[in-house]
Antibody
Framework: QVQLVESGGGVVQPGRSLRLSCAAS????????MHWVRQAPGKGLEWMTI????????YYADSVQGRFTISRDNSRSTVYLQVNSLRPEDTAVYYC???????????????WGQGTVVTVSS | AIQMTQSPSSLSASVGDRVTITCRASQGIRNDLGWYQQKPGKAPKLLIY???TLQSGVPSRFSGSGSGTDFTLTISSLQPEDFATYYC?????????FGQGTKVEIK
């Protein structure tokens, strides 16, 4: 069965960095684009970034452009999110999600991980 | 970036009620919209994609409609397990964007 397991969250001081990981299993990872979505405490979902199946294309939300970097290692079935210059407002649960795309180019996020918590605090 | 305006932000309803949630895009997005359900402490779950296609395993009381800029999620007969927060998400172009969410509470 499809599984996505995030890790790497924790408590970090403002200005520091973290690398979040999302380990995938149960499907051919190298065939799927992957996304990161976050949710601040008590707030809604915020889409952050996508990486194409082969890592050649990446897009970011304006709020994280330049500070966050998505990457993937298809040999390890893992997608990463490097988060730099962390701010208190980056405190959130960070989810990875798989993008399913049909022949008709219909897209959706059909599987999600359980999330990893990042707390930015001095 | 495309803005998604979802309404209402919350609603109270009873078991058996028909519930409708709307989402409006700031520009036309064809039918490139999904609906997601989230329960407290859990990851979101895909309900509807391509505006009106029911995800496998999702009960048929959930339905979606719309195209262009205006979209609707309908729950035909609210069940106890449907009390949750619902989000729309446009996948027309990057950056993808969510609506603000609609919390469905028990009346």
């Amino acid at each position: 069965q499809v599984q996505l397991v995030e890790s790497g969250g924790g408590v970090v001081q403002p200005g520091r960095s973290l690398r979040l990981s999302c380990a995938a299993s149960g499907f051919t990872f190298s065939s799927y684009a992957m996304h990161w979505v976050r949710q601040a405490p008590g707030k809604g979902l915020e889409w952050m970034t996508i990486i194409s199946y082969d890592g050649s294309n990446k897009y970011y939300a304006d709020s994280v452009q330049g500070r966050f970097t998505i990457s993937r290692d298809n040999s390890r079935s893992t997608v990463y999110l490097q988060v730099n210059s962390l701010r208190p407002e980056d405190t959130a649960v960070y989810y990875c999600a798989r993008e399913r795309t049909d022949i008709s180019s219909t897209e959706r996020l059909d599987y999600w991980g359980q999330g990893t918590v990042v707390t930015v605090s001095s | 970036a495309i803005q998604m305006t979802q309404s209402p932000s919350s609603l109270s309803a009873s078991v058996g009620d028909r519930v409708t949630i709307t989402c409006r895009a700031s520009q036309g997005i064809r039918n490139d919209l999904g609906w997601y359900q989230q329960k407290p402490g859990k990851a979101p779950k895909l309900l509807i994609y391509a505006a009106s296609t029911l995800q496998s395993g999702v009960p048929s009381r959930f339905s979606g409609s719309g195209s262009g800029t205006d979209f609707t999620l309908t729950i035909s007969s609210l069940q106890p397990e449907d009390f949750a927060t619902y989000y729309c998400l446009q996948d027309y172009n990057s950056p993808w964007t969510f609506g603000q969410g609609t919390k469905v509470e028990i009346k």
